[in-house]
């Protein structure tokens, strides 16, 4: 049973920094590449960013690059997402998710895990 779990959401005021990992199991982490996505009220889950199998290739969106950073550890089946800036418009459910390949289209992604929240006050 494959397993990615979520963990390091929580109440951030503006400005500040939070760290996210998602532990894996049940998969091969390192043939995976790794994705975050997130999730607002009423939105679409929308590609964050995302991760090559190796960790050598990093992608995001105008929208958070250079302020949020992906990383891996293919030691440990974990894949991180630094967000440093934040803003309220950054609150959402943040999810991470494994695929064959990085894409922005979520539903080329294998595995989800369940969630966790973010939220940034003003």
């Known amino acids: 049973q494959v397993l990615l779990v979520e963990s390091g959401g929580g109440l951030v005021q503006a400005g500040g920094s939070l760290r996210l990992s998602c532990a894996a199991s049940?998969?091969?982490?390192?043939?995976?590449?790794m994705g975050w996505f997130r999730q607002a009220p009423g939105k679409e889950r929308d590609f964050v960013a995302g991760?090559?199998?190796?960790?050598?290739?990093?992608y995001s969106p105008d929208s958070v690059k250079g302020r949020f950073t992906i990383s891996r550890d293919n030691a440990k089946n974990t894949v991180y997402l630094q967000m440093n800036s934040l803003k309220p418009e950054d609150t959402a459910v943040y999810y991470c998710?494994?695929?064959?390949?990085?894409?922005?289209?979520?539903?080329?992604?294998?595995?989800w895990g369940q969630g966790t929240q973010v939220t940034v006050s003003s």
């Open positions: 998710a494994a695929g064959g390949t990085v894409d922005t289209n979520r539903g080329l992604y294998n595995y």
């Open positions: 049940g998969l091969t982490f390192s043939a995976y590449a």
């Open positions: 991760i090559s199998r190796s960790g050598l290739s990093t």
